[in-house]
């Protein structure tokens, strides 16, 4: 901190900004603290609310507004949640509540338990509180629970004029966003451009302009599949509709990042046989309860490649040889499974696989096996024949990696579509197991056909 007198918090650091805040606060020096956080965004006053010193911390958050605080809540986890309304006591937690995302809330009320969720709901405003128990009622993780209501409706048979006179007075709409047209019903039968009402003449009725051809998702859409709907055509918003087809809310791009980013986490941590709920700030013994199970089941699935080598003890014995190329062989396998699982899995985010689509993966994923298998086979060969001198042993090295990277290429591929089809998370054939199991495999045929030409080979 500058020694001579407050500094501007223009293109300082967070911890700088921060410890002048800490000053103006110590000081109630109440116009410069408003000035110094003027230009900040709200993800930057969540960051320092986090380094705020925890004595000061109630008193900074008595400075700042319903919505900003509003807007710093949402960027929180819901540990973090909790314990900034704790802080802000029941009644601003109110205020804060009613200024919050309607999405973002219902994340963290569906988190909370029950009896305490009840409790916020029961204390809110009744048309607020009557809107989030609505959206509560559909499924977690659908289109239902993502929507939005902030967007705006035209009637079909209003004029240009009409339509941009109920407008003012509003928050102002971006140029390139959709107004949505609906019928006296409320059924969505239309969208048109904000930019299209301008532009028309002012006895054009909305019907006119309007695409009647319209993209949307339903209240019961997989979130995934909202999202990469939205994705797939570009647009700032999706429609939501019900069984009726009456327009129920949208899902705003904002929260297609958040449900992305979700899904990419929990997919990436489930591949890792790691558990969807361990982050930076989870405790110790609580990442242990999670990972420790998984890895547990691996280690018993794992003895059995144990059993395998026990059983052919034998042909391990008269040929060493075979044991040094023992870890390139599983390690392979392994690999080339993962990448295939990992190929399949982000395939399967959002979409629907018929048949055909399943039969056309399976059939590419055996001709990527098959060229991968006969490049590294051949190599092998080579490799093995300079290093141990011998060209059945090479020959019998490179079939095996031949076999076993075909086998490996389709088991991380079918392991995962057969999860899809029963209706479990693909994710879930994570790397680790696709891994133990090729292992298993691949020493399986390895040591199957070097027994077999084990005569030859003495």
């Known amino acids: 901190m500058n020694k001579n007198g407050p500094q501007s918090p223009k293109n300082n650091s967070i911890e700088e900004i921060t410890e002048l805040l800490v000053q103006y606060v110590q000081t109630q020096d109440l116009p410069e603290f408003y000035k110094a956080i003027k230009e900040l965004h709200p993800y930057d006053l969540t960051l320092i609310y986090k380094k705020f010193p925890e004595q000061e911390t109630k008193r900074l958050l008595l400075l700042f507004k319903p919505d900003v605080l509003a807007d710093m809540a949402e960027s929180l986890k819901l540990h973090e949640q909790i314990k900034l309304f704790e802080q802000l006591g029941p009644e601003r937690t109110l205020e804060v509540m009613q200024q919050m995302d309607k999405s973002d809330l219902i994340r963290f009320l569906h988190d909370l338990p029950a009896k305490r969720r009840e409790q916020l709901l029961s204390n809110m405003h009744l048309d607020h509180s009557a809107i989030i128990r609505s959206l509560l009622n559909y499924p977690p993780e659908?289109?239902?629970?993502?929507?939005?209501d902030r967007y705006r409706t035209l009637l079909a048979h209003?004029?240009?004029?009409?339509?941009?006179?109920?407008?003012q007075g509003t928050p102002p709409i971006p140029a390139m966003s959709n107004l949505y047209v609906t019928d006296d019903e409320g059924k969505l039968v239309g969208v048109v451009s904000h930019r299209s009402?301008?532009?028309?003449?002012?006895?054009?009725?909305?019907?006119?302009?309007?695409?009647?051809?319209?993209?949307?998702?339903?209240?019961?859409?997989?979130?995934?599949?909202?999202?990469?709907?939205?994705?797939?055509?570009?647009?700032?918003?999706?429609?939501v509709v019900d069984e009726n087809h009456r327009l129920c809310g949208v899902i705003q791009m904002d929260d297609v990042i958040d449900i992305i980013m979700h899904e990419a986490s929990e997919d990436l941590a489930k591949m890792g046989g790691g558990g969807k709920d361990i982050d930076f700030d989870t405790k110790p013994l609580v990442a242990v309860k999670r990972r420790l199970p998984w890895l547990i089941l691996l280690l018993f699935i794992g003895l059995i490649s144990g059993s395998i080598v026990d059983f052919f003890e034998d042909t391990l014995n008269q040929v060493v040889a075979l044991a040094f190329f023992m870890p390139m062989i599983a390690g392979m396998t392994g690999n080339t499974g993962t990448q295939s699982l990992a190929v399949v899995v982000r395939g399967l985010i959002g979409r629907k696989l018929d048949k055909s689509t399943v039969l056309a993966l399976i059939g590419r994923e055996i001709k990527v096996g098959t060229m991968i298998g006969l490049v590294c086979g051949v190599m092998i060969t080579v490799i093995a024949y300079f290093w141990q001198g011998d060209w059945l042993l090479g020959a019998i090295i490179g079939v095996s990696l031949f076999f076993t990277l075909v086998i490996g290429t389709l088991t991380g591929t079918c392991i995962p579509l057969l999860l899809s089809r029963?209706?479990?998370?693909?994710?879930?054939?994570?790397?680790?197991?696709?891994?133990?199991?090729?292992?298993?495999?691949?020493?399986?045929?390895y040591f199957g056909i070097a027994t077999r030409f084990l005569d030859a080979l003495m």
Do not use: C, H, W
């Not at 998370?425 to 133990?436: E, N, R």
């Open 422 to 445: 029963f209706k479990v998370d693909p994710a879930v054939a994570s790397g680790p197991l696709i891994t133990t199991l090729n292992d298993i495999l691949s020493l399986f045929i």
């Open 197 to 239: 009402l301008l532009q028309a003449g002012d006895k054009t009725r909305v019907e006119e302009l309007m695409t009647k051809r319209v993209i949307y998702a339903t209240v019961d859409m997989d979130q995934e599949e909202a999202a990469q709907l939205l994705q797939r055509y570009e647009f700032i918003a999706l429609p």
């Open 142 to 148: 659908t289109a239902g629970r993502i929507m939005t």
């Open 158 to 167: 209003e004029t240009a004029k009409e339509a941009i006179r109920e407008s």
